[in-house]
Structure formats: C-alpha cells, structure tokens
C-alpha cells in the first residue's frame, strides 16, 4: 500500500515552529516514499477553531513550498462519526455515562489522596436501565467513553522503538460529547482509517492516545497505521511552545523576522537529529537527506539566534532569481543580480537589502575626513565604463601615486564612497555607484 501521512492541526491558533516542524517532517516523509501528504484541519472544537487560523495554516505551509495532495476538515464529516458512533454503541464499546465534571473532579481527587492513578472507575457500567432512565429524567444528558480492553497494547515507534502499555492503567477515553459532540480521539481515528493514513506522525504529547486510539482503530475496524511520535521542541530556555501566545508562530518570523522558507525549512529538518544543520536551498535537499531513523528522542531547543544565522548562510548563496520578489516588495523595483551578488554577503535578513540600496543610488553624506588624499584619488577615477575590474585598477594607481596601502589606503576611500567602515566588497559597490556620485562623495558633497 502507498504511503500515506497527515498534518492535522486545529485551526486554534497560528502555527509555532513546533507544530510545522511537524508537518515538514510529514511533508518529506511523504515525497520520500513516493507517497501522498494530506492536511487535514482538526476543527470540531467549534468555539475555539476560527475561519484565520485555518488560513494562516494554509498560508504557512505554502510560503515553506509544502504542497498537500489531499485536504481535508473534520466539520465537513459530523455525519460519517455519528455513523461510526451509532455501530460502537450498538456493540457495547461506547456506553453512556452521566457523572458531572464536579463529580468526576471528586473521584479523582480521592484516587490521587489515595496514592492511585486517576483511572475512571466505569461506575456507569453498572448503572441498571433504571438509574439511567431516572437520571435523565432529571435532565442528566449522558457523554460517551469508550469502553478499553484490558488487555496490552503494543506497537513499533519509529522513534520510539517498542511501546507498551496496560489497557487496564488507562482510563475509558470520553468520544462523544454530552451535546452530542464528537471529539478528536474518536475523529482523529475514524479520518485516519477511512483516508488509508498509513503513518501517523506526530508529537509525544500524543503517545497515551495512541495507546487508546490503536483500540479504537480495531473496533472500528480500520487498519492501524504505524506511528512515529517526536519529543516536541522547547525555546531555547527549555519552555514548551504555545500557539496561543505567537510564541515563534510562522507568521511572526515570515512578516517581522524576515526569514527565508529555506532557512526555517533547513532547520526543522535537521533539529534534534543526527544529521549537521546546514543551508540548504531546496526542498528537494532535503528530502534526499531525510530519513526518519535519524530522529533523535532528545527534546530539540528551538534558538531564533540559530535561525537568524542560517538566514544569512541562506541568503550569501540564495540567487538573484529567488529573492526578485523579495526586493522588488521592498521597493527596489531595479535591483538587478549585480546588485544583490554585492549585498547579499553583508546580509542577514533581505531588507538590510534598503540600507545598501541608498547607498549604491541615492545621495551619501560621505566622511571626506582626509580631503588631501581623496582629491589625488578622484583624479585618478578611470573613465566609464566601469566594471569589477575598475576598483583594482583604480585603487593600484592610487597606491603608486600616494604610496599608501592596506587599511590606510582603503578606510578613507570607503568612508568617503559609502559613508560607512563597513560593507560589501568595493570592487562590486564601485560600479553601482558610478563615477558621478563617486566623484562628489570624494570631493566631500553629499550625492
Ligand atoms: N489536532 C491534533 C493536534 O494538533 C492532531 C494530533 C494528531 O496528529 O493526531 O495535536
């Protein structure tokens, strides 16, 4: 059977760099085998999930170029789990129960001064057609669990290696709502079964519903997937991630941080891995180098500072052609390649892109602080046209004539060119500023 992978995020909030972490590792899971990617919104939680979410989601998976095959929103498929919940009824494996959450907060509270695990006492198992005909009666409205075996449930984790669990140590899930609700451990299960997920991978947080949900897979009859569950990332102080803070949400690092897809894409790729983080320009890289084995079970810590550094390692290798765009956002309708080959060495971010720009073409208030020296240099200026070469040749004829060299040569032509001790290489810069400007600046004028 083909493989098949989903990310099934909730449209609760935006998306962190954990969570697309996640999909990434289930988008090249995906292309690998040759198999299909399906993004499928989790969304009955109706008070929480919200129409932006879910289009921020698909904004973000797209900006990082992780095209999905299939879509899906749980919404659309309330009809298919009550039918799936109408059978579990029907064989004894959902069974009501009408304990209030006061009540329940009581039972667990006494198991846990007791010293035992908070495990549901399936008191409503023992309920008589009676007792459940007077609590409605009373206006009790029951909520579904699942009624587990108790018996082990085992599986293979590709990250985890052999997982076991006692179905007696767990508590009956809760699937249906008492306003008739499905939730997610019911949902999740019966998506996965009818769209042929083969692989389920997902974070840790998810490990003990998997132990409950492999039962549910067999009594809905659908094939169980193999599951991968990867520790989740923490920031660099070691706190867990929320998405309803924004907390290093994808939005944020694409619209304020000014990230590349590519460098964030590098990075999930290989965070908490065997594998060295290193630039990478294609999804394509990445999927060649992918290998899920390579998943360490050590909690990754997410650094901006890290992130930020591969952005620039990302942008001195990027092309002109991928970053037109970019450049053209920001204004800078005319950037050509010769433009961005003699910037992008000096930057971290595409819109430090701006402070050169002025530089190479608009007016410069020089520091002409050496005028003698600087005027012997203008009337050495070779005449246009200017290429990489003009800067060697200019600057050998100014060093032969004035014998300076080294620091004492160049730091005054620079201050005088750019304004600045600091920049992308001269012999670049030279040609794009052009001879007009340069002769001004190194008379002193601002131009
Ligand atoms: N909506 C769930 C989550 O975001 C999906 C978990 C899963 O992959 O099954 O945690």
């Given at each position: 059977m083909s493989v098949a992978v989903r990310f099934a995020p909730s449209p609760t909030g935006l998306l962190h760099v954990g969570n697309v972490r996640l999909a990434l590792v289930n988008w090249l899971f995906a292309r690998k085998a040759g198999g299909t990617f399906l993004l499928r919104l989790d969304d009955t939680d109706e008070e929480r999930s919200k129409p932006e979410y879910a289009e921020g989601i698909e904004r973000d998976l797209t900006?990082?170029?992780l095209a999905w095959d299939r879509f899906a929103r749980e919404s659309d498929r309330y009809g298919r789990y009550d039918e799936v919940a109408a059978a579990l009824k029907a064989s004894g494996r959902l069974y009501p129960c009408y304990e209030t959450p006061e009540e329940l907060n009581l039972k667990r509270a006494s198991l846990v001064s007791q010293g035992r695990p908070p495990i549901y006492d399936r008191a409503a198992l023992r309920l008589t057609d009676a007792d459940r005909a007077r609590l409605e009666s009373e206006g009790r409205?029951?909520?579904?669990?699942?009624?587990?075996?108790?018996?082990?449930?085992?599986?293979?984790?590709?990250?985890?290696?052999?997982?076991?669990?006692?179905?007696a140590a767990l508590s009956d899930p809760v699937l249906i709502r008492e306003d008739g609700r499905p939730l997610y451990t019911l949902t999740s299960v019966v998506d996965d079964a009818d769209l042929s997920i083969t692989h389920v991978?997902?974070?840790?947080?998810?490990?003990?519903?998997?132990?409950?949900?492999?039962?549910?897979?067999e009594a809905v009859g659908g094939a169980v997937p193999v599951f991968a569950h990867l520790p989740l990332l923490t920031d660099a102080a070691g706190q867990g991630l929320s998405k309803r803070l924004g907390s290093l949400s994808v939005a944020s690092l694409r619209e304020e941080e000014g990230i590349e897809p590519m460098a964030l894409a590098s990075l999930l790729a290989k965070l908490g891995t065997s594998d060295?983080?290193?630039?990478?320009?294609?999804?394509?890289?990445?999927?060649?180098?992918?290998d899920i084995a390579k998943v360490s079970r050590a909690t990754p810590k997410f650094?901006?500072?890290?992130?930020?550094r591969l952005n620039a390692r990302i942008l001195h290798l990027l092309p002109f052609e991928r970053v037109a765009g970019e450049l053209a956002a920001l204004g800078l309708d005319d950037a050509d390649?010769?433009?961005?080959?003699?910037?992008?060495?000096?930057?971290?971010?595409?819109?430090?892109?701006?402070?050169?720009?002025?530089?190479?073409?608009?007016?410069?208030?020089?520091?002409?602080?050496?005028?003698a020296f600087l005027a012997e240099a203008a009337a050495l200026l070779p005449e246009e046209p200017w290429d990489l070469s003009t800067w060697g040749t200019w600057t050998g004829a100014v060093k032969a004539k004035t014998g300076r060299k080294g620091k004492d040569l160049f730091l005054p032509l620079r201050r005088a060119l750019t304004g600045r001790?600091?920049?992308?290489?001269?012999?670049?810069?030279?040609?794009?500023?052009?001879?007009?400007?340069?002769?001004?600046?190194?008379?002193?004028?601002?131009?």
């Open positions: 900006w990082l170029g409205k029951p909520h579904w669990r699942f009624k587990l075996e108790h018996s082990p449930v085992e599986w293979t984790d590709l990250v985890r290696g052999p997982v076991h669990f006692e179905g991978i997902r974070g840790e947080d998810h490990v003990a519903n998997t132990a409950v949900q492999i039962q549910i897979f060295a983080i290193e630039p990478r320009l294609t999804l394509d890289e990445l999927v060649a180098e992918f650094d901006p500072e890290d992130l930020l390649a010769a433009f961005w080959e003699a910037v992008r060495p000096n930057l971290s971010r595409v819109a430090e892109a701006r402070d050169w720009w002025a530089v190479t073409h608009a007016p410069v208030a020089p520091a002409a602080d050496d005028p001790d600091h920049g992308p290489e001269l012999k670049n810069l030279l040609p794009l500023i052009g001879r007009t400007r340069a002769q001004k600046r190194l008379a002193g004028e601002t131009a």
